[in-house]
């Protein structure tokens, strides 16, 4: 009776051996697109609302298993947000999968305590989400490429344009690019590129008005060319904060559009948009397929920004 004892006290005290599932593969791989996500996001992205119990379940084993690093702010309080760890990044890469190479937790902790990096960072998962559904109910269009801001921040876009025999020259780190292909009823495929700023509401007309100067720049020089492979691209302004917004910023895209002359082509490239405060409470084609896009120029008409 007392061998029993022991044995069962034994098995008791031994660790059970994590083991990734299928859902727990998943999670890992949605992370390692989106870099920084909440339970919710990560939920809106494969699942229903109602397992998003389930959900940070699974990402809790993840936690203490040391493939998932919880971030979250010192002093407001929030939901975690997740990125991968170290563990995480490896599993991921043993399977081929392009990983970013740098990482330390220390950092990953500090950047989640500032709390306009962690908005900005969720925003951009949000746009992500949306693409990535978007995707899937759309049977006519595929996401070609998707690239997230930190691969620009390893790899910022140079862009160099003469002017007059004045050379300027930017350097430009997007929020994302998305590239989509759609097909035709006829089986034609159309390539639509789109580089992707998200907008919180904090920058002033002076940086505003740099950041559109420098994609005048690159738009001049054609630097997407080759850099993407495409033959044009649409440089898409959506913001986290209300329509006054858009018309700000609109209004300053106009300003510095009109200080070098610059022509209506270039001008068109340019969209700008406002996102709702929860993303999920609007579908995917929404944000890609309505009219919800609006030119610097052109009045109040907007425009889709993939559809004709």
Known sequence: MAQTSVSATRQAGKKTTFVITPVHDLLLHDLNILQR???EQLTRLNYKMGMINTVKQRLKDLTDAGYVLPL?????????????????LNYLQ??????????????????AKNFLFREHMLAISDVLIHALLFERSEPSFGIRTLLHERF???????AVYTRNKSEETKTLVPDCYLEFACTGHEGNEDIIPVLWELDRGTEDQKFFRRRIRAYVVFLRSRAFETLFEVKNITVAFATTKDHQRVRQMREWARKELAATNEPK?????????????????IEPRHLFLDPVWYLPTDGENPVSLLGD
């Open 37 to 39: 996500a909440t339970a």
């Open 72 to 88: 979250f702010h010192p002093s407001i309080r929030l939901p975690y947000m997740y990125a991968l760890d170290r563990k995480g």
């Open 94 to 111: 043993a399977q081929g999968v392009d990983v970013r190479e740098y990482f330390r937790p220390s950092q990953e902790e500090d950047s």
């Open 152 to 158: 620009f921040k390893n790899h910022p876009i140079k």
């Open 265 to 281: 082509w270039l001008a068109d490239l340019f969209l700008f948009t406002a996102l709702p405060e929860n993303m999920g409470e």
